[in-house]
């Protein structure tokens, strides 16, 4: 049973080269495929600096808080 699995399973990956990308297959899914591309891009771009500002703002306020309860 499992020589068959593989058999039919090893025939059938060559058929996957016939078949086209979804994004040539209609306008729709081609702009969006690239709208998602450049929406990544600019997350992770923007994420780093998100991320340092918050913790630039919420640094002191953390360390102000844990002296209050260590020396209090």
């Keep these: 049973m499992l ?3 593989f058999a039919v399973a ?3 990956v060559p ?3 016939y078949i086209p990308p ?5 306008l729709f899914a081609g702009s ?3 709208l ?9 771009h923007i994420c780093p ?3 340092l500002a918050f913790s630039r703002i919420f640094t002191p306020i953390l360390r102000s808080q844990f002296r209050a309860r260590v020396c209090g």
């Excluded at 979804?22 to 209609?26: A, E, H, N, Q």
């Excluded at 998602?36 to 992770?44: D, E, K």
């Design 15 to 17: 058929l996957t080269l």
């Design 22 to 26: 979804v994004r040539s297959l209609s």
């Design 32 to 34: 969006f495929q690239q």
């Design 3 to 5: 020589e068959l699995f």
């Design 10 to 12: 090893f025939s059938a």
């Design 49 to 51: 600096r998100l991320r």
């Design 36 to 44: 998602l591309r450049h929406i990544t891009v600019y997350v992770l």
